[in-house]
C-alpha cells in the first residue's frame, strides 16, 4: 500500500466503479499512516471497514467482469506451487 500525495489522476482509475471507495479507504490509510503508525501508535482495526467496502466492490466488480474464476484459477495454482519455480518438492525424486 502505497502513500498517495495530493495531485491529478489519470482519468481511467477516476472512472473505475470503486474509485470513490479506494479513495476513501487511502483517505483513512493515510491518515492512519501519518497521525498514528509513524508515532508508534497503531491499532490493527483502524480502516478495516474502508478495506472490507474496496474488496466487496473490487470482487463484485470482476464477478460482473466474469474475471473472478480467472482470479480463483490463479491463487489455486499458486498455492499448489508452494515450493516456487525452480525449487523441487520434498516429494519429488531425482
Known amino acids: ?3 498517495h500525495k495530493g495531485g491529478k489522476r489519470s482519468s481511467a482509475s477516476s472512472s473505475s466503479p470503486c ?3 479506494r479513495t476513501a479507504y487511502h483517505n483513512c490509510f493515510n491518515r492512519w499512516y501519518s497521525e498514528k ?3 508508534g501508535q497503531w491499532d490493527k482495526e483502524e ?3 474502508e478495506w472490507q467496502k474496496y ?5 463484485q466488480h470482476l464477478e460482473d467482469k ?3 474464476g480467472f482470479l480463483e484459477g490463479k ?3 499458486d498455492s499448489s506451487n508452494q515450493a516456487g519455480p525452480g525449487i523441487p518438492d520434498a516429494g519429488a525424486s531425482d
Open 19 to 21: 474509485a470513490h471507495i
Open 1 to 3: 500500500m502505497a502513500i
Open 75 to 77: 491463487a489455486d495454482a
Open 55 to 59: 474488496q466487496d466492490c473490487l470482487s
Open 47 to 49: 480502516c478495516v471497514s
Open 37 to 39: 503508525f509513524l508515532k
Open 66 to 68: 466474469k474475471l473472478s
